[in-house]
């Protein structure tokens, strides 16, 4: 089977004998930018990144886009607990999800397969393969103990995101905190020895109800209609509305960022919590800690408001990824070269010294970090059930079915410039061709979700 390793090298050779484009040359160093702004670690070195034993905290927050953080850019104060996490980590400023759905997504994020490969989803339905390899089952047969503390849903055990894990323990909207409260309590059960933890959240998932006193640190929105607590009805009726049914004022779309930002505050108050419980009891510094998403939202840039998983733009594809080594390692770098989710489960396996399966189609970002592969990362997306949706994006370019974005000059991905770029195009097309077919795919068969996973999909918005 080809991989990227093979496949990103040929097209680099490809792109150097091309024409360009309205006299642009086409070039590696066009198409395929090469990496910038890569901080140096302060805290830690390319020798000494390895932690042999270390344990594994990775926390995804659901339905989370890169651009609400403060660290990331936002006018709002959502994160100051996570912006100051961010001094003893790395920070990824362009990290794209392989779908805008959430089973889809942490079963990427979770074998380091693609969409097409692996072929988990939630409408229809459709389990991960039991012959899909997980972190969770490499680590556990390195002897780690397995724990998650989810909020089930599209993580419910039923769609196979639990294989590997000694315990799994999900919980209807669960909110951050209960998941904190869970993993402080398990920790300090008993002595631990090497471990890895998953923790999910649908806190900052639809349907937006933060507590007021998150609520009051953000001016609120005195010409909206709409209240403070936005209902899934409430997003419906207002989407509904982009079809003519009423009008509908940018104040309104102001009130319901401004409860998806409590949300956030929220998360980070919990997320601040469990920090501190971690160096209180000495386990701080040897941890891997991954901080990220698993999609973003949409607040009017394409049509639709507090929705996703229905198109690939980078409003539901960015994320923020937040990366704390062990010891101190690459503490305060900051990263603008575009990663991929697909490619935290190699680093995990990087850092702890442990062969990756041949399986896995990400790389380690380890070599992004310290510049020991400067060789571009393509990030694949998808989306769709019976007729598939793809973008595949480079840092300046994004092919999404058949338009073509420059995300330079472009960022709100308004424009087609395929007919300005057609070299540029063919040779995304041509690089979207060879990934697919020479990419392995599991067996799955479509089932039927249980009455429960009905619930919880109708309580998220998913399912009438």
Excluded at 208 to 227: G, H, I, M, V
Excluded at 338 to 354: G, Y
Excluded at 378 to 397: H, K, M, N, Q
Aim: hydrophobic fraction near 40%; include cysteine.
């Amino acid at each position: 089977m080809w991989s990227l390793r093979i496949v990103i090298p040929l097209l680099v050779v490809f792109l150097l004998i091309q024409g360009g484009d309205a006299g642009v040359p086409v070039v590696a160093s066009h198409l395929l930018p090469a990496a910038r702004g890569i901080g140096l670690p302060l805290g830690g070195s390319a020798e000494d990144y390895g932690c042999l034993g270390c344990s594994v905290i990775l926390i995804s927050i659901d339905t989370l886009r890169a651009d609400h953080l403060g660290s990331y850019g936002y006018f709002r104060e959502t994160s100051p607990n996570i912006d100051e996490f961010t001094a003893d980590s790395v920070i990824f400023r362009t990290a794209i999800v392989q779908a805008p759905s959430t089973v889809r997504s942490h079963a990427s994020i979770l074998t380091s397969l693609y969409n097409f490969q692996h072929q988990a989803r939630s409408i229809p339905f459709v389990a991960l393969p039991e012959e899909a390899t997980t972190v969770t089952e490499v680590l556990s047969r390195e002897g780690y103990e397995t724990v998650a503390f989810t909020g089930s849903g599209q993580v419910h055990p039923e769609y196979g995101l639990a294989q590997g894990f000694d315990l799994y323990d999900h919980r209807t909207r669960r909110k951050f905190d209960d998941a904190v409260d869970d993993a402080i309590e398990w920790l300090g059960a008993e002595p631990r020895g090497k471990f890895f933890m998953f923790l999910h959240t649908y806190e900052v998932h639809a349907p937006y109800t933060p507590k007021q006193q998150y609520l009051d640190l953000f001016a609120p929105e005195p010409e909206s209609r709409l209240p403070e607590h936005i209902s899934i009805e409430l997003i419906d009726e207002v989407n509904l509305e982009f079809f003519g049914r009423r009008t509908y004022e940018p104040a309104d779309v102001r009130q319901i960022m401004r409860s998806y930002d409590a949300e956030i505050r929220s998360v980070d108050d919990a997320f601040g919590r469990l920090v501190e419980f971690l160096r209180s009891i000495g386990e701080y510094d040897d941890l891997l800690i991954i901080f990220t998403g698993d999609h973003g939202e949409e607040f009017d840039e394409h049509g639709t408001i507090a929705r996703h998983s229905h198109t690939l733009h980078d409003e539901t594809l960015k994320v923020p990824l937040i990366m704390k080594f062990p010891r101190g390692s690459f503490a305060s770098t900051d990263v603008r070269s575009q990663v991929r989710s697909i490619d935290i489960a190699p680093t995990i396996t990087d850092v702890l010294a442990i062969e990756s399966p041949p399986s896995f189609q990400g790389l380690s970002l380890i070599d992004v970090i310290i510049g020991r592969d400067q060789r571009a990362r393509f990030a694949l997306s998808e989306l769709g059930e019976d007729v598939i949706s793809t973008a595949i994006r480079t840092e300046r370019w994004k092919l999404y079915n058949d338009r073509l974005f420059d995300l330079v000059a472009d960022p709100m991905e308004l424009e087609d410039v395929s007919g300005r770029y057609p070299t540029v195009r063919r040779a995304l097309e041509s690089l979207l061709v060879d990934l697919v077919s020479s990419g392995s795919v599991l067996e799955s068969e479509q089932g039927d979700p249980s009455e429960e996973v009905l619930r919880q999909l109708r309580a998220l918005g998913y399912v009438q």
